[in-house]
């Protein structure tokens, strides 16, 4: 990954080199003095309301066609602040984010076993005892 990320990609790029590259920004600016557990989340918390403000008053289609068509630039900072924060978050705590996603979505399977979740919105709570569709 170069220092601006142009040749950096999804399909190219680890999440540890995610993680190196935002522990980097903040080490450069002695951040880490503030990257505490409390105040990461209400960040996280914070850039995910400004995520979600981008999609008010909109509705699906509108949303996505800006989205899709470059009218929003807005929406990938956003969800880039996300992502920083949630993996500066990784980093203080020592999280190893994709064993932990890995292991998160084993238990949402069990949650929601296909047979039963599919084209199914209903909460695995009440999948068990037969929701509705
Ligand atoms: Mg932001």
Redesign the pocket.
């Given at each position: 990954m170069t220092g601006n990320g142009t040749d950096a990609g999804d399909a190219v790029t680890t999440v540890q080199e995610l993680k190196d590259r935002v522990r980097a920004f903040r080490d450069e600016r002695d951040w880490e003095q503030f990257h505490n557990p409390k105040d990461l989340c209400i960040a996280l918390a914070?850039?995910a309301a400004?995520?979600l403000e981008l999609c008010r008053f909109k509705d699906t289609e509108e949303l996505e066609a800006q989205i899709k068509n470059g009218e929003l630039p807005e929406f990938e900072?956003?969800m880039s602040?996300v992502l920083s924060y949630l993996l500066s978050l990784a980093v203080r705590l020592d999280i190893d984010v994709t064993k932990a996603l890995l292991a998160k979505m084993a238990i949402n399977a069990e949650h929601y076993p296909v047979e039963l979740a599919k084209g199914c919105k209903a909460k695995y709570t009440e999948l068990q005892s037969g929701a509705e569709r």
């Open positions: 914070i850039e400004e995520l900072h956003e602040d």
